[in-house]
Every structure is written in C-alpha cells, then in structure tokens.
C-alpha cells in the first residue's frame, strides 16, 4: 500500500507546488482540481497500475485522497489477481 500512495502522491505533487500534500487531505478542497485534472488522475491510475477505472468508479470518493486512490487501486488489482 505504500509503494502505491507513494506513486500516486508523487504523480499529485507535480500539480501541487509546493504543497506537501498528505494521505488523508481532500485535493478537490484545496481547489487544484478541474475537470481536466480529474482525466489525467484516471489515466495515470490506470496507466501506472495496470487496472481499467469503469464508470461505477468514477465517484469523487474514490479519487478524493490518496488513500482513498489507493484504496481504489487495491481493489481493483485484487479483483484482477483472482
């Protein structure tokens, strides 16, 4: 789980500046995201982890934090490896 926060945080803090962004901080609260944003997001997730983010996915929940993304990534490739 930390090989993958520490991608997608790594990904995030290009945007980010100089904002040391944490696990649990809401990035749609801090006002970065827009909607092109949010498509980049889901193409990193599903470019640098192998796993398709269908339709059902795409709630704010699931891409809210970087656990949350996390979370998200986890589920899908343990669905995968079944």
């Known amino acids: 789980m930390q090989a993958i926060q520490a ?3 790594t990904f995030l803090s290009k945007f980010f500046g100089n ?4 696990p649990d901080e809401d ?3 801090l006002g ?4 092109m944003f949010a498509m980049q997001l889901v193409l990193f997730v599903e ?3 192998q796993i398709a983010v269908e339709n059902e996915d795409l709630e ?4 809210r934090t970087i656990n949350s ?3 998200l990534v986890e ?4 669905v995968l490896a079944q």
């Open 60 to 63: 704010f929940e699931n891409f």
């Open 27 to 29: 990035i749609f609260s």
């Open 7 to 9: 991608k997608i945080k």
């Open 69 to 71: 993304i996390a979370n």
């Open 32 to 35: 970065f995201v827009n909607s």
């Open 47 to 49: 470019q640098e982890f």
């Open 75 to 78: 589920r899908k490739t343990a």
């Open 19 to 22: 904002h040391d962004l944490q």
